[in-house]
Structure formats: C-alpha cells, structure tokens
C-alpha cells in the first residue's frame, strides 16, 4: 500500500540519521528571504577559509614576483631662448612649438639617446669587445630604453620622467641619467652649430683671404707693367702734349714744310696714344683697388662675427632643465603589497560569499533518497535514470516485446503501482485505474515517467490511455504526438465516446493510444469535477490504465483537482534538481486536495 499511517511515518522519520535531519531543517530554507547576516553566520568558517585562501596566494605571489620601485624627475623646456645673431650681432628670442616639442620627446625616446643613459648608469654592462659583447650592450639598452617613460602635459612643456626598475637606486639613477643626458644634449646641440657656424665661416674667411692675398699681388703686378707707381709720368705726357700742339699750331702759321708738319704730328699722336693708355690702366686700377677693399671688408665681417659666435659660446645655456631630482623609493609599485593584500582580501570575501550562496542553495535541493523519509508521504521507488533519447528511441524502433525488455527499469514501479490501485476502494472489477504523474516543478522527469510507464504496461498486452495535460512544445510527449484535438482531454471528457477519434496510436504498439496536449499554452481548467469523474469512468471501462501527465503541482491547479479522483499519484522528485521546500509544498497540496495513494517516485537521472 502506498498509504502509510502517521504511526509508520513517525516510525521512519525517527530512523533518520544526523544528517538527514540536518537537510530537512534545510528544507525551510528560503534564499529570497533569508538575510545576510545569517547567511554569513552560516557560512562564516567558509568564508573566512575562502578569505585566508585568497590572503595565502597573495602572499605566495608577493614572494615570488620580484618587485618594481619607481623613480620620477621632471624637467621644464624654457619656451622662448635667447640666441646671438651672429650675422646681425644682436640677441634674438626663438620660441619652442608644440611640434618641436613632440620631436624633443621622440629624441628622449631614441635608441642613441638610450645608449648615452646606458653608458652612464651602467658603463660595466656596455663596456667590452666582441660579439657576446655587442649583444650583451644591445640588451642592456633595451632594458634602459623599455625602463622609463617620457609623461608629457599638454599644453605645457613639463616632461615627467617615470623610471621602473627592480632596484629603486637604479631606477632614480636612470631618471636622472636621461634628465642630465638630456640638458646635456640640447647644450651639445648648440655648441655643434655654433661649431658648425665657426667652421663655415673660418673656411670663407681664409678662402677670402687666399683671394685678396693674389688681388693684391696682380695689381702690385699691373701698377708694375703699367708704371703706375710713378706719379710725375702723367704730368710730362701732358706737358709732351700741350708742348707738340702749340709746335704744330705754330708750324702751320709759318708755313712750315710738310715733312716737317707730319713728324710733329706723328709725335703728337704717339703722346696721345700714351696718355689714353695710361688713363685706361689707371682706371683699371682704380676698378682693382675697389675689388680689394670689398674684399677687406668682407673679411672685417667675418671677424666680427667669428667675435659674435664666441661671445655667443659664451652665454650658451640648456633649453631644459631639471626642477625635480629622482630619489629612491622604499614602497614598491608592483606589486604593492597594501593593494595586493586588499584586493585579495575582497575577492576573497567575494568569492566566499558565492560559495555560501552556492552552498545554502545546495542544502534546499534533494541530494539522497534518503532525505525523503522525512514526509508522511512514502516513497515508491527510486528510478536509474531514464534517457528521454533512449525512451524515444525505443519508441519507434523496438517491437513490443523487446519494448518491454528495453523498459525493465519501470517493472518495479509499474508492479507497485498496479498493486496499489487495485487495493483501491473505489477500482471496481472490469474497470482500470487511473494513475496521476506529476511534480513539484519542471524538468524532473515527469513526461518521461509517463510515457516508460505507459509504454511498459502496453507492451505487456494492457489497454494503456497516455494522456498529455502539459501544453509545453519541449515535452516528450508532445514531441512524439503528430495529432493534436481542439482543446485535448476537455474534448475527451465531453464525450468520452469519441476516443477512437481523439487518440493515436504509437507506430507498433496498437495498445498504446495517446491523447495529445492542446496548440498553444493554454492551460486545462477542470470546474465541474463530478461530470470529469463520470466520464472517467466510462474511460476506465474501455483502459485498464489511463496514464495522466500533468503540469507541476506549483504552477498549475490541474494535478490536485484530478489528484482527488484518481486512483494513483505518483510525485517525481529529481535529484539535485528539486528543491526539498517545493517536494514539501506539493505533497501538502496534494493532501489537502484529498489526493490519494500520494507515493514518491525519486528520478536519479
């Protein structure tokens, strides 16, 4: 019997072990309502083990990871800098643009510019010859090179040099190397041209000098030719000339003969020939004399601004320079043990407080059969568990009798559930019972019962009635049924005679009808339950088992209003899937439904 007394269930429930009573107090268990802190009380060894857990592997991590010290120096670009004009001998202003300022920093960002620091702050490491030298000196510069950062403010022309480093003296060392390295070498670039302007200029001027040295030799030469030294030869030819043209006038007022007239005019012509090339060469000298003193003139000005430039070298400052020193540091950056040891202490805490959620979560569901000896109502079996693909399977493809093989696993329950109802005060002779499968919530089995029980009772040569009252398109039922009626068993049960009509017939298995949920979620109201019990019974006369898959009891009414009416309840529980509360509130409802024949069927799959 299926039925126990509340003497018998007193009687099991005393043989409950410590830990089976320890799971039904968790059966109050209610996670939306319970509060914090007694969730914490609960699980505080857990949490505080979770706590010490994330604490040890922190600590582990400090241990082993080396740590990183940082250092910064900060350096300040003067955006306007006087400079000499060497050309004009006057200081003039040159402002820094942004863009200049960028190429400042990808200068301070250069491999060249990396080595200089390398050299300074490790000379050990990039000192040495040969190729495992070379190497040796290419990572040491990148170490340096990936070691500090250039942090540039917008808008300003404050560099920021952050340094990293596993020892905070280097690191300090290395943001003031590239700090010095750098005033250095903006000073070294303004020496280089200043330099470089020095040379150029020195190069004109003794390239002029050579040039005016042989200009002064050529005319020396010229005014030697041309006797341009002797300045009295320009006065006796003019006096030469003036003498012969008065000898001429004269000679021609006295009637002079004409030979005599042609001497004093080839002599005056000869006079006037010397004096025009004389004049010709003197101006040619005047034009050489010129030419000398532009030259000296041009060499006064490169003197003078070979003076512009040393004066120039003089005042040279740095464009930058240094308004913070980098000191060493004592507290690492990474990792810092306060953040680490905090970081850890939430996700710990955090960690732990999921697990306790996870845990209370797990006391409220169904771990053990043994659990469900604490209810009055007993329980009737305790399945292996059943395939939905396997049952579908066999379904199609088995023949009745390998069926039945195939379904061994329901022998025991269908034994004792035809054993059951058969004891049944109200299972009279030539009429079937009526066995109810549901449960407490969904996905539990419940279909897959139905459809094993169904099916094992068929293939042994009984008139089995499946009945499908779970509108739901993944149910296994649903999934087999090709058939469906306008409104499923309310139709049925209007007119009992129409079952041949309604019900379909599994391929192979012609003791096997099935009656199809209605399309749609539209859940079965049952009202008038006296008119539902006549014709059950005309439905009993023509099955020997009718087969009813209801919805769960805690979303639908329909299992407790046919619960009081059938002859059988069987209520699936799945483990780890039903929640021990939810088994309590359905079986209490069934009860009080006046359901009866309540057994328990634990589904292990």
Known sequence: MINTSSQTAGKVADQVSKRDRHAEGAADFRPENIQILTLIFRNAVLIVLCILASGALMW???????????????????????????????????????????????????????????????????????????????????????????????????????????????????????????????????????????????????????????????????????????????????????????????????????????????????TLAKLDARSAAEVEKTGFERRLESMRRQDDLLFDQLEALALQEALLTPVARQVSIAIPTTRPVSPSPKTEMVGALISGLTFGFLLALLRENLRGRLRWPQQITAFRTPVLGQLPPLSRKFVNRMAWTTRSGNLRRALHK?????????????????????????????????????????????????AGGEDVLLVDLDPSPRDLISTLSRKRTANGFLDLLSNPLRIDAAAWHLPGHPHLSIVAPASGPVPVRFNNMSSVEASLSVLRRKYSLIVVDCPPVLSDDASCRLGSVAQAVLLVARMKKTRFEDLSKAAQQLELNNASNVGIVVNDG
């Open 410 to 458: 329901i022998a025991p329950l269908h034994t004792a559930v035809r054993t059951n109802t058969r004891a049944d005060n109200r299972t009279e002779n030539g009429t079937g019972a009526m066995v109810l499968i549901t449960s407490p919530g969904s996905r539990e089995g419940r279909s897959t019962l139905s459809f094993a029980l169904a099916a094992y009772a068929a």
């Open 60 to 270: 582990f991590r400090l241990t082993t990871v080396v740590p990183t010290y940082s250092a910064q120096a900060t350096l300040v670009l003067d955006d306007a800098v006087l400079r000499l004009d060497p050309f004009g001998a006057r200081l003039r202003a040159r402002t820094l643009s942004m863009l200049q300022l960028a190429t400042e920093i990808e200068v301070m960002k250069s491999r060249e510019f990396a080595a200089r620091v390398a050299e300074e702050v490790v000379p050990d490491e990039i000192s040495g010859t040969g190729q495992s030298a070379l190497s040796g000196r290419e990572s040491t510069v990148d170490r340096i090179l990936e070691s500090y950062q250039i942090i540039w403010h917008p808008t300003t022309f404050a560099l920021d040099i952050l340094a990293t480093d596993a020892s905070p003296q280097l690191a300090a060392d290395i943001a003031n190397a590239v700090a010095r390295n750098y005033v250095d070498y903006t000073l070294e670039i303004q020496r280089a041209d200043v330099e470089r302007t020095k040379m150029s200029i020195l190069s004109r001027q003794s390239a002029l000098q050579e040039t005016l040295k042989d200009a002064e030799a050529n005319l020396l030469e010229f005014t030697r030719t041309n006797n341009l030294d002797d300045l009295t030869e320009t006065e006796t030819l003019t006096n030469n000339l003036r003498r012969l043209q008065a000898q001429l006038a004269l000679a021609e007022e006295r009637g002079v003969p004409l030979q005599e007239s042609a001497e004093l005019k080839a002599d005056l012509d000869a």
